[in-house]
């Protein structure tokens, strides 16, 4: 079966401060998607990244990095020198090549102290 | 571009009442879905379609229907509105051809029952 834990329930830290939050899946497939969305104090939902299951190469996007490791089933998120605006929840989810469905984790609160 | 359209943003029911959220995608996306997340969790499957014509239930169908009559709207009806229904309602599409892409979500609706 899918599952995808979030075993950080909430984490704080003061500005600047680099911090990762950690995404652990299980899949049978072999074809699999993850994703990560940050959920602000306003409420909606923002896509961030993408990486299909061929694809290990660890992504960097300005102040964001992701690390995919298959041979952990972890695809962790890292904020580099983080910034207030940064707070909010994280969701990484997962779906499968066969089956349509996304399956999410609990979320991780960020909160960032200025 | 529009993205995905969920209306209302609020709303207040008494409890026995029923309603209609309204979504629509200007996307062509085939598949649809409705979550709610309750306060500190993540998101929960409700119903979802794979396209016109087609609807399933998720993982928490009880107390709501939904339909998709066309490729664009898949709205979700309360039918006899209940304070366990109090949350956070979003709306997504999704592209899933040949590869499987995020979700576009819409800004949410926010009901209480009372």
């Known amino acids: 079966a899918q599952k995808v834990t979030q075993a950080q329930t909430e984490i704080s830290v003061v500005e600047k401060e680099d911090v990762t939050l950690d995404c652990v899946y299980e899949?049978?497939?072999?074809?699999?998607?993850l994703f990560w969305y940050k959920q602000p104090p306003s409420g909606e939902l923002v896509f961030l990244i993408r990486r299909n299951s061929f694809d290990e190469q660890n992504e960097i996007s300005g102040r964001y990095s992701w690390n995919f490791q298959k041979s952990t089933s972890s695809f962790n998120f890292t904020i580099t020198a983080s910034q207030v605006v940064d707070s909010a929840v994280y969701f990484c989810?997962?779906?499968?090549?066969?089956?349509?469905?996304?399956?999410w984790g609990a979320g991780t609160k960020l909160i960032i102290k200025p | 571009n529009a993205g995905v359209t969920q209306t209302p943003k609020f709303q207040v029911l008494k409890t026995g009442q029923s309603m209609t959220l309204q979504c629509a995608q200007d996307?062509?996306?085939?598949?649809m879905s409705w979550y709610r997340q309750d306060p500190g969790m993540g998101l929960r499957l409700i119903h979802y379609?794979?396209?016109?014509?087609?609807?399933d239930q998720g993982e928490v169908p009880n107390g709501y229907n939904v339909s998709r009559s066309t490729t664009e709207d898949f709205p979700l009806r309360l039918l006899s509105a209940a304070p366990s229904q109090t949350s956070v309602y979003f709306c997504?599409?999704?592209?899933?051809?040949?590869?499987?892409?995020?979700?576009?979500f819409g800004q949410g609706t926010r009901l209480t029952v009372v």
């Open positions: 989810a997962l779906t499968e090549d066969s089956n349509y469905q996304l399956i």
């Open positions: 996307m062509n996306h085939e598949y």
């Open positions: 997504a599409s999704r592209y899933t051809g040949t590869v499987n892409t995020e979700a576009f």
């Open positions: 379609s794979v396209g016109a014509g087609i609807t």
């Open positions: 899949t049978r497939d072999t074809t699999y998607y």
